[in-house]
Every structure is written in structure tokens, then in C-alpha cells.
């Protein structure tokens, strides 16, 4: 059974950055990418990106600037780093995996870390 | 971006209605349209994919249906457990987009 587990840091202050990892256990690390979802208190979600075990990269344009995240095949772990957070960056931040068939959606996620930037 | 919009934002049911959550894309996507079911401090479920397609393990009171720009999720009679939020979400492009939302609450 597919399961993943996150942690990092829960509380920031503004200009510090964000970082986050996510372990994958008992299951297969290639063949997949593995994004990152966030979602502000009361809100919706949002991508943040995703990887595949290469290394390969997609990162949503609203905050490539800012993003970058990375894999360890090694430890089946990936990570997401966010520079120079403000408050708008406060969120839920979930890892996912992201099953890539003919028809790609979020099958399997991780419990979640509330990540809070605040002075 | 391709913009998903969800309708309504809220529905106070009760148990045993058969619900209907509409989700409309701002462009076609074909049948790239999956579901997910978000209880509070949870993180969200995968229900359907490919539009109409059920998930393993997720109860077949749930249907999905559409494509093109509009697309329904069905709860045929709803159970307790059900109350939640539900959230559309397209892959059509690689700029994953969700719906804002839809709120299930008791009445």
C-alpha cells in the first residue's frame, strides 16, 4: 500500500524559505511524478509542481520564480523548496503522487503540513 | 490557465438525497476531469477520474459524467460520510487547476 509522509518546518517568517520533504514507502518511485498541492485556510487547492525520478521538472508559472524541488531516488524522497515567503504563502502543503497514465490525477497524498508565515 | 468553475460553492442535503456538483472548464478538455472528496484537516480523496471513472474501493453511489467543458459528479443517496467538500480538477494541461469547491452541509 502506497503511502507517503511528509515533514518540514510549520512556522516562517517572512523572507525565510519554505522547505519541505516527502517520503515515499512501499511502492515504486519511477514511473510516476510527484507534485506538491497546497491550500491556503478555507481555500482551494493549488499546484505548486511535480518531478519524476530523472529529475524532470514542471512548475506552475505563478510561482516558478520562487520554486524548486528536487529528488532523492536514493531515500524515495522528494522535496520542495519556496524562497522569500510572505503571509499569502500560508497553506496546507500536501505531497502527491501523480498516477501518469492516459489520464493523470492524484491518486495517492501525503497527510499534510499547515506551514504558517508570520512576523 | 484553464479556469474550473463549481457549482454551487455550498448545498445543505440530507442523508439519503441524491446530490449533483456541476464543474464547467473555460476551455474543452475532453474527459480529463477527475474528482476528489476533502473531509476538514484531511487531505483530499481521489473518487472518479477520466470523468466517469470510478476509483478503487470509492462506493458506487458516486458517478461521474461529462466532457468537453461541463461535467457532473452524482452521490445517488447520500450517506453521513459523505459530508464534505468536494473539488473538480482538469490534467488536460500540465497546469494542474482545480474548482474552487463545493461544500456539502447537513440540513
Known amino acids: 500500500q502506497v503511502h507517503l509522509q511528509q515533514w518540514g518546518a510549520g512556522l516562517l517568517k517572512p523572507s525565510e524559505t519554505l522547505s519541505l520533504t516527502c517520503a515515499l514507502y512501499?511502492?515504486?518511485?519511477?514511473?510516476?511524478?510527484w507534485s506538491w498541492i497546497r491550500q491556503p485556510p478555507g481555500k482551494g487547492l493549488e499546484w505548486i509542481g511535480e518531478?519524476?525520478?530523472?529529475?524532470?521538472?514542471n512548475y506552475n508559472p505563478s510561482l516558478k520564480s520562487r520554486v524548486t524541488i528536487s529528488v532523492d531516488t536514493s531515500k524515495s524522497q522528494f522535496s520542495l523548496k519556496l524562497t522569500s515567503v510572505t503571509a499569502a504563502d500560508t497553506a496546507a502543503y500536501y505531497c502527491?503522487?501523480?498516477?501518469?497514465?492516459?489520464?493523470?490525477?492524484?491518486?495517492?497524498w501525503g497527510q499534510g503540513i499547515l506551514v504558517t508565515v508570520s512576523s | 490557465d484553464i479556469q474550473m468553475t463549481q457549482s454551487p460553492s455550498s448545498l445543505s442535503t440530507s442523508v439519503g438525497d441524491r446530490v449533483t456538483i456541476t464543474c464547467r472548464a473555460s476551455?474543452?478538455?475532453?474527459?480529463?476531469l477527475n474528482w476528489y472528496q476533502q473531509k476538514p484537516e484531511k487531505a483530499p480523496k481521489l473518487l472518479i477520474y477520466?470523468?466517469?471513472n470510478l476509483q478503487s474501493g470509492v462506493p458506487s453511489r458516486f458517478s461521474g459524467s461529462g466532457s468537453g467543458t461541463d461535467f457532473t459528479l452524482t452521490i445517488s443517496s447520500l450517506q453521513p460520510e459523505d459530508f464534505a467538500t468536494y473539488y473538480c480538477?482538469?490534467?488536460?494541461?500540465?497546469?494542474?487547476?482545480f474548482g474552487q469547491g463545493t461544500k456539502l452541509e447537513i440540513k
Open positions: 502527491a503522487r501523480k498516477y501518469s497514465g492516459s489520464y493523470s490525477n492524484f491518486d495517492y
Open positions: 512501499d511502492g515504486s518511485f519511477s514511473g510516476y511524478y
Open positions: 518531478i519524476n525520478h530523472s529529475g524532470r521538472t
Open positions: 476551455q474543452s478538455i475532453s474527459n480529463y
Open positions: 477520466a470523468a466517469s
Open positions: 480538477q482538469q490534467s488536460y494541461s500540465t497546469l494542474y487547476t
